[in-house]
């Protein structure tokens, strides 16, 4: 009963809430509270984990993200789940009595013997766990797509989220150029991110973005990624973005002048 009044309370604070629920992999008090500190959101996600099912129930706003998004931080603290499994380096670092079995990447271990179609999904989902910028990648371009569409409070949240993945990079497993690029740009991006979260002027968002494009091409430039990234130009606020797609969408102005840009390079 308890559990059910906190979920009600919970989806009255979130909007378009759902919830959901997932397994994920831990073993204490301490663990729970970690889960818990990782996923959860204000006024946008609230994660209530059980240390004896080990189940998590997930409310979520719908409008503002998802359980992947949820369950990759989560990971990115060092807990397993069904879905998405921690870099060894975070589980590694859990205190002594949080380091539970690690059921799940076991029995993936075991469908990839079974199977070359699972073999081949187990690789794709280890390369992305090893590549630590994908995630900050992915959290950018949400930003960007926030900021295209002017929605300053989503703009933060997504700031957020890339303020989180830029911090659990770990620089010593970066190849030699990533390495070198990320000592130099660090510092600049959390900084730019941490002041666009805590804010919701879009115009002092935008301002930061600037900044924040410019270290993540110098980044992106460095980092091996499977498709093309478009490096895009507007000639109003004399700035750069990158985007996952060619067409131009411009996050410094959202509708107002939405195409008003171009390509100026392009990544592969």
Same mark, same amino acid.
Request: hydrophobic letters at 35%.
């Given at each position: ?32 509270? #970690? ?5 959860? $959101? %204000? ?5 209530? +984990?059980? *240390?004896?099912? @080990?189940?998590? /129930? ?108 830029? #911090? ?5 497993? $970066? %190849? ?5 690029? +990320?000592? *130099?740009?660090? @510092?600049?991006? /959390? ?78």
């Amino acid at each position: 009963m308890t559990l059910l009044l906190s979920i009600a309370v919970s989806n009255a604070q979130i909007k378009n809430a759902k919830t959901e629920k997932v397994k994920i992999f831990g073993n204490c008090g301490m663990c729970e509270t #970690n889960i818990e500190k990782a996923g959860n $959101l %204000k006024n946008t996600a609230i994660v209530d +984990w059980d *240390k004896d099912s @080990k189940i998590a /129930t997930i409310s979520y706003d719908t409008a503002k993200t998802n359980p992947d998004e949820i369950l990759k931080r989560i990971a990115l603290a060092g807990y397993d789940s069904e879905k998405f499994l921690a870099p060894d380096t975070k589980y590694d670092k859990l205190h002594a009595c949080c380091q539970y079995d690690r059921d799940a990447k076991e029995l993936i271990k075991m469908a990839v013997n079974e199977s070359t179609d699972m073999e081949s999904n187990y690789s794709v989902a280890m390369q992305e766990q090893t590549n630590q910028l994908k995630l900050v990648f992915d959290d950018y371009f949400a930003l960007k797509d926030a900021l295209v569409k002017t929605d300053a409070a989503m703009a933060s949240i997504k700031a957020k989220d890339l303020f989180v993945a830029i #911090n659990a990079v770990e620089m010593e497993t $970066l %190849k030699m150029e990533e390495h070198m690029v +990320w000592m *130099k740009v660090y @510092k600049n991006l /959390t900084s730019d991110g941490k002041k666009i979260s805590e804010t919701q002027d879009v115009k002092v968002q935008r301002e930061f973005f600037k900044s924040v494009s410019k270290n993540m091409y110098e980044l992106m430039k460095v980092s091996k990624e499977d498709t093309p990234t478009y490096y895009q130009y507007c000639p109003m606020v004399k700035a750069n973005w990158l985007s996952k797609e060619n067409e131009v969408k411009n996050p410094y102005y959202g509708s107002k002048m939405l195409t008003c840009g171009s390509t100026v390079e392009t990544i592969k």
